[in-house]
């Protein structure tokens, strides 16, 4: 693998044309190889059906192409121009509360909507026919950041007759859906597939299974629309890699089928902002502010380094202050280097920057850029300078698979949205926990899907999947790998019912426990659990369990004092509860135990990871920190003491 190229996201159409050769040198003399361009420009291009303009286009190209840079171009169907909302205004969304959203931002389309898809294709083909073979275009992005601003689903009439369509293909009669449904309850019989509705609106929640549905139906249109412009592209451009920039945090619809139509996955990473609106303790918040969690950018690589075919790119990286937070502060000095190494780290070949220069007018006037308005640095652009010079110290190589695997399942994140059971329940930040907890205990990880192969891999954790399948099981089984189980797994069968047996379903292929009863706690409650010879206070969930397996801790105080918390055998530990904090640091470390691999806490606030024999720190801390000593170390790049904000590489020879 080569070493980590940089680039940024340029907007030559906000720009006089005299600029763009001077910006064009600009990247280069700061060590940036790649610019993305072209995602806002359809109504820009064709000014009227049929009536293009490219001229300016075709100059912005030949002037990066002439720099020596390699243009990632991207379809620029994330914005449909105006003219094409006036004379097709079904294409556009519809929101929860059934009002119609409107032209004037960007994103506003339904993909349901055969008319949008059909105009979708034909511009694609437009651009694709005229760009696909441009000596400077070495890549293809896909429309940009679909689902952003809860956009991939949409209530239209467009979308309610293709889910009936849907539905009918995949039921084939009526009869058979209500029985697969249960449409018994409250009376919720169909008497033929125009009867049914779409999930929104209704007096109270609607029934589940068809909630479940209408998200597969929605999240196959995304795969769709990602595989329609796919194939136009390795059509008419072969031999460029595909990629679409997913939003992190994103679990709207199924980014692993999507992707399953790409080479690289890329995602756009805002570590600041997406700390401002994520689910961290106030306290936790305040301590990070200006670098970001630390295991944000760690999380979101590895899980798309495993969804590409090729690679995994960071599309759009914080480069300063951004404007779409509830508050943004302006990153620490060193941040920006800091989540650009982490990034290649975790597995990313190429970061790029969000955006070039900042721009004085519009919607994103705040959100800062690698230059200012007037075209002089930023803080940012001097620092992935020293990234650019520094990366010819590292050999090329490449990230090696981790010893455990954090399983996402996006349909049971739907199914936790339909059911939730509890106000403060979110599978999303059970995940991120445990994850982070891992880090902290000096593990990597691999964050993988319920189809991935399992073979390789010592520990499984499977903190969130509520929705049971006998293949996944199989997997696990056939893995040999220790498992660890978080409580509500097994809760549904693929329809929303509860399993033959009840929870955990499938799982209980892995350990015999049954649940009889399932409590959500709120914040300002908190029950005791006695793990070995000590006492730890954890809220949130807890499950009456029913079992003959070994019981490593029990509930204590006056509520069913005994009562299993946490169950384990041979193989496969059970959790009854929502630990976080040293009560999950407890079960994880017994579970590594088991594994057979090492507990190697870094110090507070730095977070060691590797790409083979590369080794990598970064610190998060205010204070300076030191790297855990590594025989045959030989930095790279700085030393033994990590100051903050600060990172150190090193190699391990063979003595």
Not at 342 to 366: I, K, N, S
Not at 650 to 655: G, N, S, T, V, Y
Request: charged share 25%; with cysteine.
């Amino acid at each position: 693998m080569a070493r980590p190229e940089l680039g940024v996201c340029y907007y030559p159409e906000h720009w006089e044309q005299s600029r763009w050769e001077e910006d064009a040198r600009q990247m280069v003399g700061a060590g940036l190889t790649w610019v993305r361009i072209g995602e806002f420009t359809w109504g820009l291009t064709e000014l009227g059906r049929n009536r293009f303009d490219w001229a300016w286009l075709d100059s912005a190209l030949d002037v990066l192409g002439d720099a020596g840079l390699k243009v990632m171009f991207s379809t620029p169907t994330a914005v449909p121009p105006n003219w094409l909302v006036r004379e097709f205004p079904e294409i556009l969304p519809v929101d929860r509360a059934g009002r119609t959203r409107t032209s004037g931002s960007r994103r506003h389309y339904c993909l349901s909507s055969e008319k949008y898809v059909e105009e979708a294709k034909r511009i694609t083909k437009e651009y694709v026919g005229r760009y696909g073979k441009h000596r400077a275009v070495q890549a293809w992005q896909i429309d940009n950041e679909i689902g952003d601003h809860d956009t991939a689903i949409s209530y239209s009439a467009a979308a309610l007759s293709g889910f009936r369509r849907w539905l009918q293909g995949r039921y084939t009669d009526i009869d058979t859906l209500n029985r697969s449904w249960n449409t018994k309850f409250w009376g919720g019989r169909f008497g033929d597939f125009d009867e049914i509705q779409l999930p929104v609106g209704s007096v109270t929640a609607p029934s589940p299974a068809l909630e479940l549905e209408f998200m597969r139906y929605s999240s196959g249109r995304v795969a769709r629309f990602i595989g329609m412009q796919s194939g136009i592209i390795r059509k008419h451009s072969p031999g460029r890699p595909v990629i679409h920039n997913f939003m992190a945090g994103s679990y709207d619809f199924d980014h692993r089928r999507a992707a399953a139509h790409l080479d690289i996955a890329g995602f756009d990473s805002y570590p600041l902002g997406n700390l401002i609106e994520g689910h961290l303790s106030i306290d936790e918040k305040a301590s990070w502010l200006r670098i970001g969690a630390p295991d944000y950018q760690g999380f979101h690589c590895d899980m798309y380094r495993e969804l590409g075919q090729c690679g995994m790119w960071v599309v759009e990286q914080q480069p300063g202050p951004v404007n779409w937070a509830s508050y943004n502060p302006a990153p620490v000095d060193g941040a920006v280097r800091l989540w650009t190494w982490m990034a290649y780290a975790h597995g990313a070949d190429t970061v790029l920057y969000f955006r070039w220069r900042q721009v004085p007018f519009g919607q994103e006037q705040f959100h800062s850029a690698l230059c200012h308005y007037d075209g002089t640095p930023d803080r940012a652009r001097h620092e992935i300078a020293k990234v650019a010079t520094e990366r010819v110290r590292i050999p090329p190589t490449s990230r090696s698979r981790a010893k455990i695997a954090l399983v996402v399942d996006y349909e049971s994140r739907w199914a936790q949205r339909i059911h939730p059971h509890g106000l403060e329940y979110s599978g999303e930040f059970i995940a991120a926990d445990w994850y982070r907890c891992c880090r902290e205990l000096g593990n990597d990880v691999d964050i993988v899907g319920p189809e991935t192969e399992l073979l390789c891999y010592r520990l499984v954790l499977v903190p969130d999947m509520v929705i049971s399948r006998d293949g996944f099981v199989s997997r696990l089984l056939d893995s040999q790998a220790q498992v660890v189980l978080g409580a509500r797994c097994g809760s549904f069968d693929s329809l929303m019912q509860s399993p033959p047996g009840g929870a955990p379903g499938a799982f209980r292929r892995l350990i015999d426990v049954t649940v009889r009863r399932v409590e959500s706690l709120p914040p300002w409650h908190r029950e005791a659990v006695e793990f070995g010879d000590r006492e730890y206070s954890v809220t949130g969930w807890r499950e009456h369990v029913e079992s003959d397996e070994p019981v490593m801790a029990r509930f204590s105080g006056g509520f069913r004092d005994g009562a299993p918390a946490v169950l384990a055998n041979v193989r496969t530990t059970y959790l009854a509860i929502t630990p976080r904090g040293e009560c999950l640091r407890r079960v994880l470390v017994d579970a590594m135990t088991r594994a057979g691999l090492p507990v190697t806490p870094a110090p507070e606030g730095i977070r060691v990871t590797f790409r083979r024999n590369i080794g990598f720190a970064f610190n998060f801390s205010g204070s300076p920190g030191m790297v855990p000593e590594r025989p045959s170390q030989r930095f790279l790049i700085g030393a033994r003491r990590v100051e903050p904000a600060g990172l150190s590489i090193w190699i391990e020879e063979d003595p």
